[in-house]
């Protein structure tokens, strides 16, 4: 899921670069792992922004439920 989350986050415009897209990619996988951020951090806000783009809000508390995203092409 990490490397599908990167490549929608290039391929929808999101970010303009990979370095970007894996960055907000490896704020998803914390995420995923139970990490709670401090939304009032800079760099918190620039990946929370990027991935509710993609219907992702890591200011909620993960759920499997939550975890809907349609990678459509991106799926192994």
Same mark, same amino acid.
């Given at each position: 899921?990490? #490397?599908?989350?990167?490549? #929608?986050?290039? !391929?929808?415009?999101?970010?303009? @670069?990979?370095? @970007?897209? $894996?960055?907000? =990619? =490896? /704020? /998803?996988? $914390?995420?995923?792992? @139970?990490?709670?951020?401090?939304? !009032? *951090?800079?760099?918190?806000? %620039? &990946?929370?922004?990027? $991935?509710?783009? $993609? @219907? %992702?809000? %890591?200011? *909620?508390? /993960? &759920?499997?439920?939550?975890?809907? %995203?349609?990678?459509?092409?991106?799926?192994?």
């Amino acid at each position: 899921m990490f #490397r599908e989350i990167a490549s #929608r986050l290039v !391929s929808e415009g999101v970010v303009s @670069g990979r370095a @970007g897209a $894996l960055s907000t =990619a =490896a /704020y /998803y996988q $914390l995420w995923k792992e @139970g990490e709670v951020f401090d939304l !009032s *951090k800079s760099q918190v806000q %620039i &990946h929370r922004a990027r $991935l509710r783009k $993609l @219907g %992702i809000d %890591i200011a *909620k508390p /993960y &759920h499997f439920s939550n975890d809907s %995203i349609d990678t459509g092409n991106f799926a192994d």
